[in-house]
């Protein structure tokens, strides 16, 4: 609640110290004196900031996030349009990296210094290091451009054409997994082998347990709390910070439109959209520390 | 399992070998060790960290990582070779055959599952049992090991039990298939005095009922007076003395034992009970002495062969007790009464 | 998201001094929070620079690596001179030249040749990566340094702050922090210095914390030290080397980072050549001229790899007991 706080506040500022006239900029040619003056009383910027920072986040406790300078939205409803694109991206890419990162992460911790860790080593520090955007390129000249299997960006929605959103989905999803499965590959290796090595899987061995029973509950069970950890900081990552890939794939999500914002001197949208991902943040750490609980009874009061 | 009038042994070690890679090289850790346990019989293994007393014993039941180490020799459980079982019969044997407890306590149990399951998990992995029946035996074995209030027990968790709370509930996950064998391996060392005095009591009166054999490593006199028959002194990989504890402890005839028990006052000193210390360093097992692996820490070093020739394990007298040999590998064996 | 030490369990941070929920929460039981009973009143030895280089030669992939950003360092350093053509020489009967001879990374829409913008675009994202990097080292780890060696409202009042600045989406930071400056290296650089501040903090309070109750600290306080002395002296050596570790991984994604800033338009601006902002513009002729926007991209790619791969190298020498966050926990 403090951090949120305290977001809100840099929000506020941040966005208040860009300089230059934002209703002045949103009018353009069409400026006059009547419409200026209306617009900015409207947005409250003729009061003074800090009664403009209560009025808008006592407003933005109660959902109402103001109006787009450019649109006339509200931000609400711009946010609201692009969240299921956002959402659909983030879940799909979370699948594609844990479907990658926990058997490959396994493999190579179950033979260390193996062929198999090798390579499994080297793919995750080539995922983690390509820059996503160049791969997104490269995967649309490949498979839209010269194989023409699939459409190079845009989004439908699930429920006007099942087989359209798959096909959409599926080259971004694919490039921000592979990022975010590389990273998830390294922890999954590393949480995997300090499982192997703890005392208690000796004992589980040891009172003549089936090996793969030992591997499920002494092993993996224990290897379980890291990835919930990194799985959650990198679902926050994709909910937000994936603009680049959204910008290459034609993604309407709301990194999007958090950088038309930002190039519109949007104000009202821009706040919006950085408050909803700190609390997505902040919602995401919640129920990572929920999960803790559930699965460390060692948390537990 | 009547105790030992069968004259066979429950386990016949012959000549184990175990070879570790390190990334130092290779170590011969355990250099042809060889004894016997008997049916109802307590053998306790001492020597100094790093003498090869647990990697001797985890390798018996195949629980060093195959990826480093090298088992050869034999080990005969019932006349069953243990080195040569098909993994499945192996595992078969991990707890009807051999029960086994782990040195530290606060590691030893899985601590996100419950104690109940971890004792339900060994006892369905051995025959077809209910949960409910698994569940019951559960509890009438924390019976058994002392824990007070056996049926919350099965639904707490390891945090939330003690120290000497969570060794019972390891012995008795060792105990739940009745083993025809129960090793421990420092089983009492993290545990306070009573509770240690506890849990020697409770291995007794198994080993007095079951007539399980017992193989205890500890490098605690005390216990050992308390609780064995006979006693192996392992150092470097080797036995370099065994005998009844009567023999080994009144009469010790190697060196190295000597300075364990601070018989050889310019060597070691005595701690009450435990056993002493002695100056310098246990061999690297990457790097074995030629001759005697004791010699470089040895004051007596009597012989020319000490650092040549490695000495073979011989009988240094007759015994106190039936017939057993008392045995020692040194080129300067004190035997007789001191 | 930008990195975090390792997984994190609690979203706030603990009470200061109690160490606990700095280690991995995920290790269990193992290791102890502050790793006492390995305490000695030895001075603990400092990283002695030759044995480390020694060490690092002989793990070959970061050999490798260190010796290739070696090359591009040197490369961003002498663009001037080692590069073919100047970056904006303009030639329109050269336009859209696959790679050949005369271009072996071909050219671009205006007939500029690519190479010689992939020479000079090191020197603008080096530039911007280390200046980004230099800022968050050196206002991170004063920052967690003060949290960790002072705890108390010190600790709690940074470090409540660095989880809020946390708490931002990195890219948008990023973004916002541009909207507000206005575009350009010097800028870029800031926002992503600013985004990686927490990061260091994070790092460095949790080894002051280590070392702070550790005997000799303690020793040379009572012998009256001044605070300044047992920071410099004491502390900050001791804290040295997940800080170096940190700051090879965090090398990796500040360029990566300028990439992507550049490439939305909002790092470099052109007509200057840095990598992302090549790579954008390269994109619309990507059906046509895949050149131009695969050199810049493999050059990114190479340099953020390097400086992983070196990190990876530099935490096996320098800090076994992994306090840093590893490789990727940036992204």
Redesign the interface.
């Known amino acids: 609640m403090v951090v949120l706080a305290g977001v809100s506040v840099i929000v506020f500022a941040l966005v208040h110290l860009v300089p230059g006239d934002p209703i002045r900029l949103a009018l353009g040619t069409r400026f006059d004196q009547e419409t200026y003056d209306a617009l900015r009383a409207r947005s409250g910027l003729d009061q003074p900031l800090v009664e403009q920072f209560f009025g808008w986040f006592g407003r933005a406790v109660s959902g109402d996030l103001g109006v787009s300078f450019r649109s006339g939205e509200t931000v609400t409803s711009l946010i609201a349009e692009r969240l299921p694109a956002t959402l659909t991206l983030a879940f799909a890419s979370i699948l594609v990296a844990l479907l990658i990162a926990v058997p490959l992460g396994t493999l190579s911790a179950l033979r260390p210094r193996s062929v198999v860790d090798r390579v499994a080593t080297v793919l995750s520090q080539i995922g983690i290091s390509v820059p996503e955007f160049w791969m997104a390129i490269v995967l649309i000249l490949v498979f839209a451009g010269t194989l023409g299997w699939l459409p190079s960006g845009g989004y439908v929605p699930l429920t006007e054409d099942p087989g359209g959103w798959a096909q959409r989905l599926l080259l971004p999803a694919v490039v921000t997994g592979v990022v975010s499965g590389s990273v998830i590959t390294r922890f999954v290796r590393s949480s995997v082998l300090e499982a192997l090595g703890a005392d208690h899987v000796r004992t589980a061995q040891a009172k003549g347990l089936p090996t793969r029973q030992v591997f499920t509950w002494h092993v993996l069970r224990n290897a379980l709390l890291p990835l919930v950890t990194v799985t959650g900081v990198q679902l926050a990552y994709l909910l937000s910070g994936v603009v680049v890939v959204e910008i290459v794939f034609s993604w309407p999500g709301l990194g999007q439109l958090a950088l038309q914002a930002v190039q519109a001197r949007d104000y009202p949208v821009l706040q919006g959209a950085i408050l909803l991902f700190a609390v997505v943040f902040l919602l995401i750490n919640l129920v990572v520390d929920l999960l803790y609980t559930a699965i460390d009874p060692r948390i537990r009061r | 399992m009547t105790a030992s009038a069968t004259g066979e042994p429950l386990l016949e070690v012959e000549d184990l070998r175990v070879r570790l890679r390190t990334p130092r090289g290779p170590a011969s850790v355990v250099n042809g060790l060889s004894y016997t346990v008997g049916r109802g019989e307590t053998v306790a293994v001492v020597g100094e960290s790093g003498s090869g007393k647990s990697v001797s014993v985890l390798a018996l039941l195949g629980l060093l990582p195959a990826r480093v180490a090298t088992v050869t020799g034999s080990a005969r459980l019932d006349g069953e070779d243990l080195l040569g079982m098909s993994p499945e019969r192996l595992r078969q044997v991990r707890g009807p055959g051999v029960g086994m407890v782990f040195q530290d306590p606060m590691t030893s149990l899985n601590p996100v599952l419950t104690i109940g399951r971890q004792l339900v998990e060994g006892i369905r992995a051995h025959g077809e049992v209910s949960k409910a029946e698994a569940r019951r035996r559960a509890a009438g074995l924390l019976t058994e090991v002392g824990l007070p209030d056996p049926e919350r027990a099965l639904d707490r968790y390891p945090h939330e039990l003690s120290g000497g709370m969570r060794q019972r509930v390891v012995i008795a996950i060792a105990l739940s298939n009745s083993p025809s064998l129960l090793i421990a391996d420092e089983a009492t060392t993290a545990l306070d005095v009573t509770v240690q005095a506890q849990i020697l009591d409770l291995v007794e009166k198994l080993r007095a009922d079951h007539g399980t054999g017992v193989i205890w490593i500890t490098h605690d006199l005390g216990v050992v007076a308390g609780i064995a028959d006979r006693v192996l002194v392992m150092y470097g990989g080797r036995c370099v003395e065994d005998g009844t504890v009567d023999d080994v402890l009144e009469r010790p005839a190697h060196p190295y034992t000597r300075g364990l028990l601070g018989a050889l006052p310019d060597l070691a000193t005595a701690d009450e009970g435990d056993l002493a210390t002695i100056p310098g360093t246990p061999p690297a097992p990457t790097d074995p002495p030629d001759g005697c692996v004791f010699w470089p820490r040895c004051p007596v070093r009597s012989d020319p062969r000490c650092e040549t020739e490695q000495p073979p394990l011989q009988v240094v007298g007759t015994g106190l007790s039936e017939g057993l040999p008392h045995r020692a590998a040194t080129w300067c064996a004190e035997g007789g009464a001191r | ?1 930008t990195g ?1 030490p ?7 941070h603990t009470a200061p001094g109690s160490g606990a929920g700095h280690t ?7 290791p102890p929070p502050t790793e006492a009973g390995v305490r000695s009143t030895q001075r603990p030895p400092r990283p002695r620079w030759r044995e480390t280089l020694g060490l690092l030669a002989r793990n070959p992939t970061a050999a490798v690596a260190a010796t290739v950003l070696l090359l591009i360092v040197l490369m961003a350093v002498f663009d001037e001179t080692l590069a073919p053509a100047g970056p904006n020489e303009i030639s329109v009967e050269d336009r859209l030249q696959a790679p050949g001879w005369d271009h072996p990374f071909g050219t671009d829409d205006l007939g500029r040749d690519i190479l010689s913008r992939v020479v000079l675009g090191a020197a603008v994202s080096l530039r911007v990566g280390f200046l980004a990097v230099a800022f968050a080292l050196v206002a991170g780890a004063l920052i967690g340094l003060l949290a960790g060696f002072y705890g108390r409202w010190v600790d709690d009042v940074l470090m ?2 660095m ?3 946390f ?6 930071l990023a ?6 400056r ?1 575009p350009g290296a010097g800028n870029t650089a800031l926002a992503i210095g600013i985004v990686y501040i927490p990061v260091f903090a994070r790092v460095t309070r949790a080894s002051v914390l280590g070392v702070r109750e550790e005997v000799y600290v303690r020793a040379s306080r009572s012998v009256g030290a001044s605070d300044f002395r047992l920071l410099t002296r004491h502390v900050l050596p001791n804290a040295a080397p997940p800080i170096i570790v940190q700051t090879s991984i965090s090398l ?1 994604f500040a360029v ?1 980072a300028e ?2 800033l550049s ?2 338009g ?1 790092g470099t601006q052109p007509p200057n050549p840095s990598w ?1 902002l090549m ?1 954008a513009e390269g ?1 619309g002729f ?2 046509i001229a ?1 050149w131009l ?2 050199f810049p ?1 493999m050059a ?2 190479v340099t ?2 390097c400086f ?2 070196l990190g ?1 190298g530099l935490r096996d020498v320098l800090d076994p007991r992994q306090r840093t966050l ?4 940036g ?1």
Request: net charge positive.
């Open positions: 998201m975090q390792v997984p994190r369990a609690a979203a706030g991995a929460p995920g290790s269990g039981a193992s409540r702050f989880d809020v600045l708490a931002f989406p990195a890219v948008l973004i916002a922090v541009l909207a507000v206005g990796a990566l990439a992507a490439f939305l909002l992302g790579l994109r990507i059906d895949w926007a695969f991209g990114i790619f953020v790899l992983n791969l990876d590893m490789a990727g926990g992204r």
